[in-house]
């Protein structure tokens, strides 16, 4: 009888299943399952406080917008946008990736260059919102960054070679050269170290002699000096060899400590120094220049275990 009723067993708890799932189930909510009604949350207001430029009118004023902190992001950025969208669609800022990537959204605010899309909303008191400084202003918080980029193109941001290595060649580098260059090359030419550097302000727009480049284009100048590939060190530093170019900077550290990127444009400058006065040189690079690839020869990671190391 005993062995019979083993035998039953998993027949019952079988049966057991299906009665459950044909059985309705009681909602777990008192009212029946329908989500519970949303919290009416205290409103938190905020204003912020925005420079406006109306080129056709000729007019410049300071505009305040007020927010509520519920229903807006966590970022200046975001504030920008619920204004635009829904209180003044007559706004201007520039804005692309809103993750401190594109550069685009630099702008003064509360008295610090930095990237609106990365500046979190402070809860207390009002944010002033201004353009970068002693830049010309397009229109609101827009400004003419023409100037800027011909800067950075003065600077030739690009790899210098003698002669040209060719399609079937590539150019390599050692991780020790690799790492010379680290903190260089994240630069997102936003603007914020040149435009809060007060020798950027008072130089920063000359004629081309008499230029002081400013901390990004030389942060970048300093990138290419130093690439182990490049070949045009001579001609880079020849070009900057002028009291105004690059020595005006006096190591204010203006730029450094607003770099959103945590970048040190300022010791690219001092380093760069030092090339400039010979006081330092560019050293050979650890592995050769250009070689070939050969296809059957290539590294294989997924296969070959001399690839891996
Ligand atoms: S160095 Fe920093 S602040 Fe200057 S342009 Fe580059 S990312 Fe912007
Ligand atoms: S360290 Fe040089 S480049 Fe940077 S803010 Fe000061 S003067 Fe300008
Ligand atoms: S929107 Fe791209 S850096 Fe801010």
């Known amino acids: 009888m005993a062995l019979f009723k083993h035998f039953l067993n998993p027949f019952k708890s079988i049966l057991r299943l299906f009665a459950t799932a044909a059985k309705p189930k009681k909602s777990l909510c008192k009212d029946g399952g329908k989500p519970p009604p949303e919290k ?3 409103p938190k207001l905020k204003t912020f406080q925005i420079y406006r430029y109306l080129p056709h009118e000729g007019k410049t004023f300071k505009k305040s917008y007020t927010l509520d902190l519920n229903k807006t992001g966590i970022k200046v950025l975001d504030a920008l946008i619920r204004i ?37 909303i402070s809860p ?12 010309y202003v397009i229109r609101d918080l827009v400004v003419d960054m023409k100037h800027f980029t011909k800067q950075h193109r003065r600077i030739m941001p ?15 580098q050692s991780v020790k050269d690799r790492d010379k260059i680290d903190g260089r090359i994240e630069c997102i030419l936003c603007a914020c170290c040149s435009t809060s550097c007060p020798e950027y302000w008072w ?60 970048l040190n444009p300022a010791q690219a400058i001092s380093n760069l120094r030092l090339l400039l006065t010979n006081l330092q040189n560019k050293k050979k690079p650890d592995l050769p220049g250009a070689v070939l690839i050969e296809p059957e020869k290539a590294c294989n990671v997924e296969t070959d275990d001399e690839c891996k190391t």
């Open 203 to 262: 130089h920063g727009h000359s004629k081309d002699e008499k230029d002081f480049l400013g901390p990004a284009a030389l942060l970048n100048a300093y990138r290419w000096v130093i690439d182990s590939r490049d070949q045009a060190q001579q001609e880079r530093l020849a070009m900057l060899k002028n009291y105004f170019n690059v020595f005006r900077c006096h190591t204010i550290n203006n730029c450094t400590n607003c770099c959103p990127r945590q």
């Open 84 to 120: 635009k969208r829904e209180m003044d669609p007559t706004l201007a800022f520039r804005m692309s990736c809103r993750e401190g990537i594109c550069g685009s959204c630099g702008m003064n605010i509360d008295g610090k260059n930095t990237l609106a899309c990365l500046a979190p």
């Open 124 to 135: 207390k008191g009002t944010t002033k919102i201004y353009p970068l400084p002693h830049m």
């Open 158 to 172: 690009w790899l210098i070679r003698k002669e040209d290595p060719g399609p079937d060649k590539q150019l390599l």
């Open 40 to 42: 009416e949350l205290k």
